[in-house]
């Protein structure tokens, strides 16, 4: 399997601009997480989905974020307007939980870079 | 809720020396355990966890965690120490029958030659 697919590897975009990072989970997982890495507040979940339905976004840090998951093959993360603020580095992740005692570890992508202006 | 502490920022060790990188959590009911590692400008990667059975967990590259549940630890740990072995390390907690984890701020480990 290639692994989780995350596009684009790099942004720099501009104060107020709409920025959309993509992600392609690998096929099969029904967990799908978005993640936002930086050196001051370390790796933050943001939202989770499972089999596509969000869960948990009481990590999105605000209206400006938004998530979907319109199929098993794909999601997005939207941020408009952006702000110099959510410069960091975002991560998507899945994994596959057969049940209470048979838990899987979070596969990630490599991440995308977002340099806002 | 769910938390982990990392208290180390960085840990510092020779090369053929064993290393420990510290974890500490916090969850209500069972917790399920991992430790990832970070390379620079890559995505995280799985080391090793632990569910449940024996306390000594064996993982990937050499490492292997220990769990104790009276103290609450799942510290990770390796006989040898590399320097490729220089990375992020990150430990994380779960519970319940979600797929949630909530990860720790990471631990610099630094091997030197």
């Known amino acids: 399997d290639a692994g989780v697919i995350q596009s684009p590897r790099h942004e720099v975009t501009e104060m107020g601009q709409e920025v959309t990072l993509r992600c392609k989970p690998i096929?099969?997982?029904?967990?799908l997480f978005w993640y936002r890495q930086t050196m001051m507040r370390g790796l933050e979940l943001l939202i989770y989905?499972?089999?596509?339905?969000?869960?948990?976004d009481s990590g999105m840090p605000e209206d400006r974020f938004s998530a979907k998951m319109p199929n098993a093959s794909f999601s997005t993360l939207k941020i408009q307007p952006s702000e110099p603020r959510d410069s960091a580095v975002y991560f998507c992740?899945?994994?596959?939980?057969?049940?209470?005692?048979?838990?899987?570890?979070?596969?990630f992508g490599e991440g995308s870079r977002l340099t806002v202006l | 809720a769910q938390s982990v502490a990392q208290p180390e920022d960085q840990v510092n060790v020779a090369e053929g020396n064993p290393l420990t990188v510290k974890c500490t959590y916090s969850?209500?009911?069972?917790?399920?355990l991992f430790w990832y590692v970070q390379y620079p400008n890559r995505g995280l990667q799985f080391l090793l966890k632990?569910?449940?059975?024996?306390?000594l967990v064996k993982g990937s590259y050499g490492f292997e965690a220990e769990f104790n549940k009276s103290q609450t630890s799942f510290h990770l740990k390796k006989p040898s120490a590399l320097v490729s072995d220089s990375a992020l390390y990150f430990c994380?907690?779960?519970?319940?029958?979600?797929?949630?984890?909530?990860f720790g701020q990471g631990t610099t480990l630094q091997v030197k030659p």
């Open positions: 992740a899945s994994s596959l939980w057969t049940g209470a005692t048979n838990t899987g570890e979070l596969f």
């Open positions: 096929s099969g997982h029904d967990y």
């Open positions: 989905f499972n089999n596509n339905v969000p869960i948990d």
């Open positions: 969850v209500s009911g069972n917790p399920y």
């Open positions: 632990y569910i449940t059975g024996d306390n």
């Open positions: 994380a907690v779960g519970s319940g029958n979600t797929g949630k984890l909530i």
